[in-house]
């Protein structure tokens, strides 16, 4: 794809290589970062509770939730690559660069946690109800 800014790649816009690309980096990132992995499997298991029993807010929350940490561990992953890429010896700034990444990630998943943790126990609780 070409970069605008840069000017170099390919030229055109083909959504269905936008779409090839996502696909390939979450694949990438399953399969080699286990937080994105058990992450995309426990909100997948909530959110097919969720739609099971029509809790249509639930769904609509746990799916924001995890989009947002997903987003985030991604991002951490990529900014840890590229400082490790640049300096591969120990740095005091590229720590701090990725000590802040990670802080953005720890919000994200308490976050996250507290919606699924939620959703679990009152879906626990429908299920009882039954």
């Known amino acids: 794809m070409r970069n605008k800014f840069l000017g170099t790649g390919e030229t055109g816009y083909h959504p269905l290589r936008k779409i090839k690309v996502v696909l390939s980096g979450l694949r990438f990132a399953v399969l080699y970062d286990f937080s994105v992995a058990y992450k995309m499997v426990l909100s997948a298991i909530v959110l097919a509770l969720a739609l099971i029993f029509q809790q249509w807010v639930d769904f609509e929350l746990i799916l924001l939730a ?22 591969t010896r120990e740095n005091e ?3 701090a660069i990725k000590d802040i990444a990670a802080a953005a990630v720890g919000i994200s998943i308490v976050v996250w946690l507290t919606v699924v943790m939620s959703d679990i126990a009152r879906l626990v609780a429908l299920l009882l109800e039954s």
Request: charged fraction near 25%; hydrophobic fraction near 55%; aromatic fraction near 8%.
């Open 93 to 95: 700034k590229i720590r």
């Open 66 to 87: 995890t989009g947002l940490v997903l987003m985030a561990e991604l991002f951490n992953s990529a900014i840890e690559a590229v400082c490790d890429f640049l300096e």
